[in-house]
């Protein structure tokens, strides 16, 4: 079975520069999340999707970072203008839902360089 | 507020050699659960573990051993005669709560296992 897949692995930008980034989650996982990971850090949430609806997008920056998944499965987190302090992993992950006992899968993650 | 505190940046270790990681965690729920990452150089977090705040009963599988102290906060996590392959990023994380409506993780630990 195929885990999670996220596209680009890496990117390299210059700043005010748009970006995205695609996440697939695992066939049949109803939610969704987005993490960011800095250097040295643990990853911090940033979205949690139920099927199409954020449920939970408190720490996502509303300004320049926007979110999207259509159809309840592939996701898009996309940031505009991009800022030197963006640079990190964004991480993508799926569970089968959040009111169930599971564990959560995380693709390989996307690095962003914001130059 | 919830928090998770890994004291130990890195662990260098020699192969074979037993080696324990240290998590402390934060939370004024009740109903909580607590994990275990890992994350090798390829960048994705493996599952290791998932154990609720009613369970104190510790966990073996194969080399892996996890400790869990309500009285201290702990949630520890031990390797018996660690391996290179064990060489990676390993996180605590809190979940307060049922399920995975918000991972909040701890800074990790880098383990270097040499031979």
């Known amino acids: 079975e195929a885990g999670v897949v996220q596209s680009p692995r890496y990117k390299i930008i210059e700043k005010k520069q748009p970006v995205a980034f695609w996440c697939n989650p695992i066939s049949g996982h109803n939610t969704l999340y987005w993490y960011r990971q800095n250097l040295g850090q643990g990853p911090e949430l940033l979205i949690r999707?139920?099927?199409?609806?954020?449920?939970?997008d408190s720490q996502l920056p509303k300004d320049r970072f926007s979110a999207e998944r259509l159809k309840g499965v592939d996701s898009t987190l996309k940031i505009q203008p991009a800022e030197l302090g963006d640079s990190a992993v964004y991480l993508c992950?799926?569970?089968?839902?959040?009111?169930?006992?599971?564990?959560?899968?995380f693709g390989q993650g996307t690095r962003l360089t914001v130059v | 507020a919830q928090k998770v505190t890994q004291a130990q940046t890195e662990i260098s270790v020699v192969e074979k050699e037993d080696v324990t990681l240290d998590c402390v965690y934060e939370t004024r729920d009740t109903t909580y659960y607590l994990f275990w990452y890992k994350q090798p150089p390829s960048g994705e977090l493996v599952f290791l573990i998932r154990?609720?705040?009613?369970?104190?009963q510790n966990e073996i599988s194969g080399r892996y051993s996890w400790n869990f102290q309500k009285s201290t906060s702990s949630f520890n996590f031990t390797i018996t005669a660690s391996q290179v392959v064990d060489s990676a990023v390993y996180f605590c994380a809190l979940s307060e709560g049922t399920g995975f409506q918000k991972l909040v993780f701890g800074t990790g630990t880098r383990l270097l296992v040499s031979p």
């Open positions: 999707y139920e099927n199409e609806e954020a449920v939970d």
């Open positions: 992950a799926s569970s089968l839902d959040t009111y169930r006992v599971g564990e959560a899968f």
């Open positions: 154990r609720n705040s009613f369970d104190e």
